[in-house]
């Protein structure tokens, strides 16, 4: 696995392979990988000649009051963990490299991110927009893969391929569970033992309403009561939102049909949770 921390070598190696006909598998991150990484990374690894794994804590889409200098960053272990998934590059650049000045064009988000997290984190998604186009064209990737757990990002990046025409397709992949359904996540360890033992009941809550929803029922009013109802009975987590929205297009429902996502968010003490089901109805 090769290291490569400057804009220029990336794309030179990038180039050589795509005259050779290779596909590039590429899996964006911000570090400090764990499972969920390792899981696209390894599909990656399976559908593509060449996999390239970014490592870049993007200043752009933190805002003023957020974690970015406080953002976990483990160099050594991220390289370790990506060189058993026989990645072939991995990019590590710094903030100077990707931003040297003041960019003089960003990405403005202006659909998708009203919603779900998006509300509390203005200006959020430009900066993912933003680094992505840069990432895209240096990477110049066959795929570029996602976990479906941040689904409003997985929706924003596929607004973002088709309204600038990105030849990337966009491989969204499942989320990883723990044995008792939690979505995994880095953040669970900041759950108090009690809190970790009541988690579960989102995932449970998601699909008690997939049950309803299977039943019959197709008012999202009805489902979002029942989901937050069934949190609030069974955790002490503080229901940031639930909120049932087409999908890809992240709009409200007046009725259950079409593609669509119910997506949730829960403060415990010190951890906020998210997690989400996508339901397809013909
Ligand atoms: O999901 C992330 O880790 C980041 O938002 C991403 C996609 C790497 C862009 O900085």
Redesign the pocket.
């Known amino acids: 696995m090769k290291v490569i921390t400057t804009i220029n070598e990336m794309q030179n190696e990038i180039l050589k392979h795509k005259e050779l006909g290779m596909s590039i598998g590429f899996v ?3 570090g400090f990988l764990h499972e969920g990484h390792l899981t696209l990374i390894s599909k990656a690894r399976k559908e593509n000649d060449v996999v390239v794994v ?1 490592i ?3 200043p752009l ?1 933190f805002g003023p009051k957020e974690d970015f200098s406080t953002y976990p960053r483990d160099f050594d272990r991220d390289r370790a963990l990506a060189e058993g998934e026989k990645v072939d590059y991995l990019f590590y650049p710094s903030v100077e490299e990707m931003y040297p000045r003041e960019p003089s064009v960003k990405v403005m988000v202006q659909e998708r991110t009203d919603v779900l997290c998006g509300k509390s984190r203005p200006g959020h998604f430009d ?2 927009a933003t ?2 186009t840069k ?1 895209f064209h240096i990477m110049m990737p066959t795929r570029a893969y ?2 479906k757990k ?1 689904a409003q ?1 997985v929706a924003v ?1 596929d607004g973002l391929i088709s309204d600038f025409n990105f030849p990337v397709h966009l491989i969204p992949v499942d989320i990883v569970r723990e044995k008792d359904g939690l979505a995994k996540s880095s953040r669970n360890v900041n759950l108090l033992a009690e809190e970790r033992e009541q988690a579960p009941i989102i995932y449970k809550s998601l699909q008690t309403a997939k049950k309803a929803i299977d039943d019959g029922e197709i008012n999202p009013a009805v489902l979002t009561t029942m989901i937050k109802e069934l949190i609030t009975s069974e955790s002490n987590g503080e229901i940031d939102y639930v909120e049932i929205l087409s999908y890809p297009f992240l709009k409200p429902l007046e009725k259950i049909e079409g593609s669509l996502i119910i997506a949730v968010a829960v403060k415990f003490s010190k951890v906020r949770l998210i997690d989400n089901i996508m339901i397809q109805i013909d």
């Open positions: 964006p991150t911000m970014s870049f804590v993007n889409q900066g993912v680094v992505i990432l996602f976990g941040d990002q990046i």
